[in-house]
């Protein structure tokens, strides 16, 4: 199994930044995609950024040129830095990891709140 730790939610201002990290622990070798869902209230959870094994990004267009996806293997983790952040980007957001990098999550953590104030 695999668990997956959010950090780095919290209030920022619009037009301000946040970093969201993410930490896998357990049987990380089955890791392959890492990504970032969010899901606003009355929403469905949608994903704002993935990124592969192999470096390859996905990004969907409400973050693009706003949202960096990142990752770092030795430490097991994925960030995704948000600048720009509008009032319509408050929601909880999940990291989760896939086993196959196509994007069909098999593990999430629990999500971090991010909420912009106007």
């Known amino acids: 199994q695999v668990q997956l730790v959010e950090s780095g939610g919290g209030l920022v201002e619009a037009g301000g930044s946040l970093r969201l990290s993410c930490v896998a622990s357990?049987?990380?070798?089955?890791?392959?995609?890492m990504g970032w869902y969010r899901q606003a209230p009355r929403k469905q959870r949608e994903l704002a950024a993935a990124?592969?094994?192999?470096?390859?990004?996905t990004y969907a267009d409400s973050v693009t040129g706003r949202f960096t996806i990142s990752r770092d293997n030795a430490k097991n983790a994925a960030y995704l830095q948000m600048n720009s952040l509008k009032p319509e980007d408050p929601a909880v957001h999940y990291c989760?990891?896939?086993?196959?990098?196509?994007?069909?999550?098999?593990?999430w953590g629990k999500g971090t709140l991010v909420t912009v104030s106007s």
């Open positions: 990124i592969t094994s192999v470096g390859t990004i």
């Open positions: 989760a990891a896939d086993e196959n990098g196509l994007l069909v999550m098999d593990y």
């Open positions: 357990g049987d990380i070798f089955r890791i392959n995609a």
